[in-house]
């Protein structure tokens, strides 16, 4: 009897439920462990911490002379101050800092004199020395979980003491190309050859979606042999292409083949070009059957078997980059299929013009020239000329990505947030920049972030965040979602060493204290503390010295060049410091109104609401959730 396609599903349909029955047959994600050095291009399995701070050591920032920063108090250039040299240290830039030296000072501003120098200006403590941590602070996540592996970020995690990092293992596909006809590519092919170039195509866009390719060699058309070829390669591969054969020849064995070695979803697809593709599987591989014409061949590999590549890769869904054109000339189309048309575009007169190229299946230079494809769905006869169709662009490449942008207060569960959206969903990335609670609040209202952490106290009610909202926005706009309350207190250096109990002992003699930036929270809380307690900031050494995230301020107490800071609990305990509670606050999220109907914030929300976030906040440590996610006021 005549040969007939077993189905005709459309695409959508297809690739959805091919997906599924490889999921449900056990097809997942791998990883392994490779050296850092190696791991450029890959793609992280889970969140990559820092083992150690960068720079580990307080490091001189500039040429010049290291010196205790009290020696130079009252120097001007009406009373310049002078040391002998045992009172400084000459130093290079990036020496460490000398014991007992608290500021580096610039070889220009030092005037040499006999027995020693002259200074005009006094010196800050800690000015021009980089600090342990200045960069990066051990514990601190460097990438999150399912994120590309760039050279600058190898660079952080080997500063950061990360020499091996776990990632998704690239799916190794395998490609066997079949036919009597095909050879080996040849500069003297003869009459009747075709040469085997699609394994080639197919490598290269494998190659692009962070997959590994693998030819096998040419299978004569014979069924047996196609079947053990099949059988070979899956045992050393995680997918399959079997080109050719899958059309309605008399030699054309792949349907079969693959239906007895393992199974087949379906058998044709509504698309042309690519309607024969066969959609096997054995277990949970997929064995795709594509065309030997090699358009026909990129369409299925690119519709069909990008989607799974990506999956098993961790890598983000290809997102295709659209827009409107005028078409030069019509496009005829058949009702029975979705049909993807190559097309060259231009602008002229300032509108995009889209001319069709030649359409045979056997036409791969015409992908090589098209800037876009345009789909006329099943169902639709075709566009006329000068119709408005939508293209697909092929250039440029740049894809676009959604990005959560949040900013404001500084907290940890921001990082844990960030990777739950993105082990959840893969396609939202989260960028945040720590300005502060009232930083945040103005980046709201100048429309310039999604979200910002706050936890502003007013001293008048003892009420967190409403105050501060009221005032910036009077008109509304914004809403205040609940986030955590969190415990704050004295991080201090592990033992206690110098008998810090609390706020009134900051002021003791040979008491180093590190504080947070103007406008964060707890900055605004430190002074509060301080005014309640009627103590002169002044008094305390290092009051000014300032830091801009909880992790910085824990980092410089462990490694001794400073006794106390105010901050969080979970920092205190992630570098396993000492820790005196002075209050439970509360860490609310402040979200406008023309970011909360978008897919970032409402995934946010969500994962506020997930047991897994509850989870992470338990192990940090310090954190109290009650309606994580609900909003607290609207405005």
């Not at 101050?81 to 830039?93: G, I, K, M, R, S």
């Not at 993105?422 to 009232?438: A, C, F, K, L």
Request: glycine share 10%.
């Amino acid at each position: 009897m005549a040969f007939q396609y077993l189905t005709n599903i459309p695409l959508e349909k297809a690739k959805k439920e091919y997906l599924k029955l490889l999921k449900a047959n056990g097809m997942t994600p791998s990883t392994e462990k490779i050296k850092v050095y190696d791991a450029a291009g890959r793609i992280t399995a889970g969140p990559v911490y820092a083992l150690i701070s960068a720079p580990h050591y307080n490091a001189c920032a500039m040429d010049g002379i290291a010196l205790k920063a009290g020696l130079t108090f009252g120097a001007t250039e009406t009373t310049p101050v002078f040391l002998t040299a045992e009172q400084y240290v000459p130093v290079d830039t990036g020496d460490p800092l000398p014991q007992g030296c608290d500021a580096v000072i610039m070889i220009e501003d030092v005037i040499a004199t006999e027995g020693g120098i002259r200074l005009f200006q006094a010196a800050t403590p800690w000015q021009h020395i980089r600090q342990i941590g200045e960069d990066i602070c051990a514990g601190e996540m460097l990438l999150p979980s399912y994120t590309e592996i760039t050279p600058s970020s190898i660079g952080a995690m080997i500063a950061a003491g990360v020499l091996e990092v776990e990632v998704t293992k690239k799916p190794v596909v395998g490609i066997i190309p079949t036919g009597d006809e095909i050879i080996l590519p040849t500069t003297n092919p003869q009459e009747g050859d075709i040469l085997e170039f699609n394994s080639a195509i197919f490598s290269s866009m494998l190659r692009l979606w962070g997959a590994e390719p693998v030819t096998f060699p040419i299978v004569k058309d014979n069924l047996e042999q196609i079947k053990q070829a099949i059988r070979d390669a899956l045992a050393e591969c995680d997918l399959l292409i079997v080109n050719a054969g899958s059309s309605a020849g008399r030699e054309d064995y792949s349907a079969q083949a693959i239906s007895e070695v393992g199974q087949v979803l379906y058998h044709g697809l509504a698309i042309k070009p690519g309607k024969p593709a066969i959609l096997g599987y054995s277990g949970g591989k997929a064995i795709l059957g594509v065309p030997g014409y090699p358009v026909s061949g990129i369409i299925v590999i690119e519709e069909i078997l990008r989607p799974i590549v990506e999956y098993l890769g961790n890598r983000l869904t290809a997102e295709k980059l659209c827009e409107e054109a005028v078409l030069s000339k019509a496009i005829v189309s058949t009702l029975k299929y979705r049909e993807f048309v190559r097309v060259r575009m231009g602008y002229v007169q300032g509108r995009l013009i889209a001319s069709p190229l030649n359409r045979g299946s056997g036409v791969v230079s015409s992908f090589m020239k098209a800037d876009g494809i345009v789909e006329v769905p099943q169902g639709v006869e075709g566009y006329e000329s000068g119709a408005t169709v939508k293209v697909h662009l092929l250039r440029p490449t740049q894809e676009l990505r959604r990005n959560l942008v949040a900013t404001g207060s500084h907290d940890p569960l921001l990082d844990e947030i960030s990777d739950l959206m993105r082990r959840t969903w893969g396609d939202i990335s989260m960028s945040s920049s720590h300005v502060g609670s009232m930083g945040g609040i103005m980046a709201i209202r100048r429309g310039e972030a999604h979200v910002a952490g706050t936890h502003l106290l007013d001293e008048k009610t003892g009420q967190y965040n409403t105050a501060f909202i009221k005032k910036y926005f009077p008109s509304g706009g914004v809403r205040l979602v609940e986030c955590v309350n969190r415990t704050q207190g004295l991080m201090i250096r592990k033992g206690n060493p110098k008998n810090i109990l609390g706020i009134k002992d900051l002021t003791k003699e040979g008491i180093r204290y590190i504080n947070r930036q103007k406008g964060s929270g707890t900055r605004v809380l430190c002074d509060y503390l301080c005014r309640q307690e009627g103590i002169d900031t002044s008094k305390i050494y290092g009051y000014n010295r300032e830091e801009f995230t909880h992790t910085a301020v824990a980092a410089l107490i462990a490694s001794d060049t400073a006794d106390v800071g105010l901050g969080i609990y979970s920092a205190a305990k992630l570098y396993d410091l000492d820790f005196v509670p002075i209050c439970e606050e509360q860490y609310d999220l402040l979200i406008p109104d023309y970011a909360w109907d978008t897919t970032m914030v409402q995934r946010l929300l969500q994962v506020l609401k997930s047991e897994s976030f509850r989870q992470r906040l338990e192990a940090l440590g310090g954190y109290t959730l009650k309606n994580p996610g609900t909003v607290r006021e609207r405005f």
